[in-house]
């Protein structure tokens, strides 16, 4: 039974799913919820995900929401095929989900603020732009330290720690924040690596932008 993820392009919690799917090279269907014509808070949708958010994810029996778990998901079911995203040792497993929190916790909330701003969806002015864009340039300083010693977040291999940046990275990069990792050697070089692997590239040729 094909793996069926109901979403649509243009969402980045969509793009986190599909990214991990062609990572582990596994077949799936995008089902495209019209969030125009309110269809993620129509009964049908909100039995998948009762939150009424993209993306809800089908696997036979299985049913998931929130993207982060759904990767996670994807990334144990799928071991041993495709790329591995999952530390296998605990130790290292430990620090990959540190980076995985820093991601959820500290990186997102200030990225995605800046987001909301360049589309128009929270008012804000040069204050407003100016203090989230200091979180940020404050995570990225973090990251650019930790990027001195490996190659990846979680270490010396790509893991979900950077695939769940991926979406909002790729956004940032056509705003003015784009500078704020341009200035930064090590995650100017890790943004363009992880935003240049196949598995994305195939993500974003599904946008029509």
Same mark, same amino acid.
Request: hydrophobic letters at 40%; charged letters at 25%.
């Given at each position: 039974? %094909?793996?069926? /993820?109901?979403? =649509?392009?243009?969402?980045?919690? $969509?793009?986190?799913?599909? #990214?991990?799917?062609?990572?582990?090279? /596994?077949? =799936?269907?995008?089902? %495209?919820?019209?969030?125009?014509?309110?269809?993620?808070?129509?009964?049908?949708?909100?039995?998948?995900?009762?939150?009424?958010?993209?993306?809800? =994810?089908?696997?036979?029996?299985? %049913?998931?929401?929130?993207?982060?778990? !759904? %990767?996670?998901?994807?990334?144990?079911?799928?071991?041993?095929?495709?790329?591995?995203?999952?530390?296998? +040792?605990?130790?290292?497993?430990?620090?990959?989900?540190?980076?995985?929190?820093?991601?959820?916790?500290? =990186?997102?909330?200030? @990225?995605?603020?800046?987001?909301? !701003?360049?589309?128009?969806?929270?008012?804000?002015?040069?204050?407003?732009?100016?203090?989230?864009?200091?979180?940020?340039?404050?995570?990225?300083?973090?990251?650019? &330290?930790?990027? $001195?010693?490996?190659?990846?977040?979680?270490? +010396? @291999?790509? $893991?979900? #720690?950077?695939?769940?940046?991926?979406?909002? !990275?790729?956004?940032?990069?056509? $705003?003015?924040?784009?500078?704020?990792?341009? #200035?930064?050697?090590?995650?100017?070089?890790? &943004?363009?690596?992880?935003?240049?692997?196949? #598995?994305?590239?195939?993500?974003?040729?599904?946008?029509?932008?």
């Amino acid at each position: 039974m %094909t793996v069926k /993820v109901y979403g =649509f392009v243009g969402s980045n919690a $969509t793009y986190r799913v599909l #990214a991990s799917l062609y990572e582990k090279n /596994v077949d =799936f269907e995008l089902v %495209t919820v019209n969030m125009a014509s309110w269809e993620h808070k129509r009964p049908k949708f909100l039995s998948r995900n009762p939150f009424g958010q993209v993306p809800a =994810f089908v696997d036979g029996d299985l %049913t998931l929401f929130e993207s982060r778990a !759904i %990767t996670q998901y994807v990334a144990r079911k799928y071991e041993g095929k495709g790329t591995e995203l999952i530390m296998k +040792d605990p130790l290292q497993m430990a620090i990959q989900t540190v980076w995985m929190e820093v991601e959820n916790q500290k =990186f997102d909330r200030s @990225s995605w603020k800046l987001m909301e !701003i360049a589309m128009g969806r929270v008012r804000g002015g040069p204050e407003l732009v100016a203090e989230y864009e200091k979180k940020l340039s404050d995570v990225l300083d973090v990251y650019e &330290a930790r990027l $001195t010693e490996c190659k990846y977040l979680a270490g +010396d @291999s790509f $893991t979900l #720690a950077d695939l769940h940046h991926l979406p909002n !990275i790729n956004f940032l990069m056509s $705003t003015r924040v784009k500078r704020l990792f341009e #200035a930064r050697p090590h995650v100017r070089a890790w &943004a363009k690596d992880i935003q240049s692997r196949p #598995a994305w590239v195939k993500v974003m040729s599904l946008s029509p932008w």
